[in-house]
């Protein structure tokens, strides 16, 4: 069982005890963002919490308490994951109900006040400066599923997959904080591509997905031209979030031969603003999907269970009746043939740097069965077989007012629930006219 904590924490609260998940939030009676953790339904600023002393008990953090008033993650993960952990643990036996350090904050009414306060009095950003994202493509059920709809179920599996890890690179310029608009993209797009002779029309997307994924915050990095071995990687992983990778399929559809994603993704990423650190999932860890090839050394997991037993789910909020419907229900276990360890590993072979803030997207994570499969794109067999909503209304692709919302938590009550915030986005009509 958890330990209790002095704060009033509900049972069922995704920040409980065991998570302290780490963000960037603007305070009341403040304009600068600052570094902050959740806990209940509280936020702790840590900006005004390491000025008051707060830190006194860490003494590996003492010359390094400036990285909490910063407007990003960057500094604090460029410490490492070791030290980020021990602010975790130590913050851990801040608020728990049988503290040894009661005067830094249980007992201390006006630090509280100054710096506890309610999630609902907050305004979150993201939570790193971003300078690069990689979006690997690790859910193997997606990848076969995709495959299959665009090539046939012989040719659904390239064979590079079955030894590397694939990826695109993204645009960091376009990624969002939950609670952000998106708006439908325009684009290229042709309406029978398996006519003998294309020609494409320029309109707004027609066929606007979401894609369900985990995204992967590095800490560390490497120098120019070295690598981080499979060895190493776990000690750059900082954290997660969810990514819903927003996806203009016939935009995709036409363009992504040969060189892969363009247009049909750069435009929009929503992640969740709060970052749950790697150490917190540490007791959740699970075996994946077996995967079906033979990897070179350099590749190698040390361990079987490379991902999380982490429960997944998407709801859609009809933009026309306001109605709520839960979509997608899945485990990250389910889903992914590739690991964050492995994803680094070969993003760095080549000498590729890596640093602090770059973010690392999972692939869409889909399970077996159509309840379970994480984008429309493989639940509506691509538009051809509409889902249900609730109240009646169906959906083949997403709709102008339609906001998705991606939720994910481990544990239990009893243990405490390890949870992340929402990633959501409604979806704006298009721009009346494109020049």
Known sequence: MAPSSWLDIASDSRFSLANIPFGIATFPNSEKPTVAVAIGDYALNLAVFALHDGFSQLAEIQAHVGVFDKQSLNGLAALGRSLSGAVRRYLQDIFRGDTPYPHLLKDNRELRNQCLVPLTQIRMHLPFHIGDFSDFYGGMNHAYNAGALFRGQNGALLPNYLHLPMAYHGRSSSIFVSGTAVRRPWGQIVEDITAAEKHPIFVPCRTMDFELELGCFVCGGNQPFDNISIKEAENNIFGF??????????????????????????????????????????????????????????????????????????????????????????????????????MLAHHTITGCTMRAGDLLGSGTISGETTSSLGCLLEQTLNGKRPIQLEGGEQRAWLEDGDEVILKAWAGNEMDGYVGFGDAAGVLLSAHKQIA
């Open 241 to 342: 979030v969810l990514l819903n990778d927003w996806s203009a399929r016939d935009i995709q559809r036409w363009e992504y031969v040969p060189l892969g994603p363009f247009n049909g993704k750069n435009f929009a990423t929503t992640i969740s603003a709060w970052v749950v650190l790697a150490d917190a999932l540490e007791p959740f860890r699970k075996p994946g999907m077996k995967h079906p090839g033979t990897l070179l050394p350099y590749l190698q997991e040390q361990r079987e269970a490379f991902t999380y037993d982490l429960n997944l789910e998407v709801q859609l909020v009809s933009g026309s009746t306001k109605r709520k419907s839960t979509i997608c229900s899945t485990n990250a276990s389910d889903g992914l043939v590739w690991s964050f360890p492995q």
